[in-house]
């Protein structure tokens, strides 16, 4: 059982730490990128730059796990945690890219949307990710995680009524449909993996409470 996080047990949890940080601030660049559209174009390049951040974040982080023989908790969770944070960064730095590739002239209220949902669930992500310190306060990891989920559940009925919407507003304009359906399900999907994290990090503290 874990009952304390020290030494190089630390570094695995610092690691954690950077990459939600990074998750989060990359929301709020997405968000920020769509609230001021489309005088907001440079919010892409940090999109990216971000990206790359959390890049690097999952290399060092495996490859500390390939040089442990120790772990603090089981290798295939330290796995999953970071590269799946790493899939959230990406869809997020996707949608960003494809707004700018596509030529978006007009952000829609349901993407604004599903970029501000976007930004809760990483916000709330990264205090699970901090309260992940004392694996022992399992109600506190845990009623994080439930606000992920609830969250993922309204990114699910926005993301349905984005598509409804889309397809009898612009049923004249098949590309303009598979432009934004592209868009909503990078968005969509982000807010997805955020719940794969949060029920990784439950996992885990079933494991240690």
Not at 69 to 88: A, G, N
């Amino acid at each position: 059982m874990l009952n304390s996080i020290t030494g190089k047990d630390k570094a695995y949890f610092d690691m954690f730490e950077k990459a939600a940080v990074n998750t989060a601030k990359t929301a709020e660049h997405l968000h920020v990128y769509y609230a001021k559209f489309p005088d907001s174009s440079e919010e892409v390049a940090r999109i990216k730059d971000l990206e790359h951040a959390g890049d690097m974040l999952t290399h060092e982080t495996i490859e500390m796990l390939n040089r442990s023989f120790v772990t603090p908790i089981d290798r295939e969770d330290i796995y999953l945690l970071i590269t799946k944070m790493d899939d959230i960064l990406d869809l997020m730095d996707g949608a960003a890219n494809r707004t700018e590739l596509y030529k978006i002239d007009k952000i829609t209220p349901e993407a604004l949307e599903l970029a501000e949902i976007l930004k809760k669930a990483a916000n709330i992500l990264h205090h699970t990710i901090i309260s992940m310190r004392n694996l022992k306060d399992y109600q506190e990891i845990i009623k994080h995680c439930i606000e992920i989920h609830t969250i993922e559940n309204e990114g699910d009925q926005l993301f349905r009524k984005a598509m409804v919407n889309l397809f009898e507003q612009e049923k004249n304009d098949p590309i303009k449909v598979i432009k934004w359906k592209e868009i909503y399900e990078d968005l969509e999907t982000a807010t997805d993996k955020c719940e794969d994290v949060a029920n990784i990090i439950e996992s885990i503290a079933m494991k240690y409470s």
